[in-house]
């Protein structure tokens, strides 16, 4: 079993805020050699499990990678290279910390992100971002800036506790390593509500335009665009839960969105500061205290 490479930032503990949970759900972190987990018990559905861990060798990413194929090449359409059957694999992975959710009853993975830090991202010489977009106006910002992405959820697991775990080990990542910009690519299937040809995305564009874009001097332009002027921007249509997510925590958008034929997507560029989030979630993003309960695991502290 290969090990992976030590973190260039710290991973452990992870905790889930308390603002970030259900009310029905509590986190306990519990120590596992270098990475803790957290164990969180929902009452919905039918009494879940899960845990949320960071990846700690090889193995552990091959799962994630299934987990990433099964989502958006089967269910999305998404052609996708790599030498491995069945994985999801691209150049960035080797350089990436893998966030991991897991059925705490079957073992598996059913909700994943992965995680570019500043420091790995000059390793490997930019971003996944950096190919979809012009991110020059972000130059300034890329000692302070993370990238999330390849988020996805198993269809069996999208009931909100999954991608609300995720998150809350974001907000302890992120105010552990006193990091305060997240950027990444919000992705719009092509067939979103049953669209075929890009007028969801194109209608969502024309949306976030009007009320959520960032301000000029952080604006990227896409290397492929997608054709929104030539598309029907006219559909009420909701954009994907993940998108809506991102703009009630202060996310904004950078910019049009670029056309990802591997992926059968259309990608709007988000960047979200710590600065921008709304007040009740803030001070778990600023850093999260953990106490060490008698049982010598350790108890997130809102």
């Known amino acids: 079993m290969k090990e992976l490479p030590n973190p260039t930032f710290a991973l452990s503990p992870v905790a889930v805020p308390r603002l970030l949970r259900p009310k029905s759900s509590r986190a306990v972190i519990q120590p596992r050699g270098e990475v803790s987990e957290v164990l969180r018990t929902r009452e919905e559905p039918a009494g879940a499990k899960i845990i949320v861990s960071w990846a700690r060798h090889q193995d552990e990413v091959r799962q994630a990678q299934r987990l990433r194929y099964q989502v958006f090449a089967l269910e999305m359409g998404a052609t996708l290279g790599g030498n491995l059957p069945g994985h999801d694999i691209d150049l960035f992975d080797d350089f990436c910390e893998h966030l991991l959710v897991r059925d705490a009853d079957s ?22 971002s950096d190919t ?26 999208r009931h909100g506790g999954v991608i609300l775990a995720l998150w809350g080990a974001l907000a302890e990542f992120m105010g552990r390593n006193q990091l305060d910009i997240m950027i990444g690519c919000a992705s719009i299937p092509m067939q979103h509500h049953g669209t075929t040809s890009g007028q969801a995305a194109a209608s969502i564009w024309r949306q976030v335009r009007q009320s959520h874009m960032a301000s000029i001097e952080y604006r990227v332009t896409p290397r492929l ?46 960047m979200m500061r710590v600065a921008d989030l709304p007040t009740r979630y803030l001070k778990h993003f600023s850093g999260n205290r953990v106490r060490r309960d008698a049982g010598g695991g350790y108890i997130g502290q809102a």
């Open 132 to 157: 979809e977009f012009d991110l020059t106006r972000l130059r300034l910002l890329r000692d302070r800036m993370v990238e999330l992405g390849r988020s996805c959820v198993h269809a069996d697991h």
């Open 225 to 270: 665009a997608l054709p929104v002027d030539r598309l029907d921007d006219s559909l009420d249509i909701e954009a994907p839960a993940l998108i809506k997510g991102y703009l009630r925590l202060g996310a904004k958008v950078l910019g049009p969105p670029a056309w990802d034929p591997d992926f059968n997507a259309a990608d709007l560029p988000m």
């Open 107 to 128: 073992g598996d993975i059913i909700g994943t992100y992965r995680v570019l830090t500043p420091t790995q991202a000059k390793r490997v010489g930019s971003t996944y």
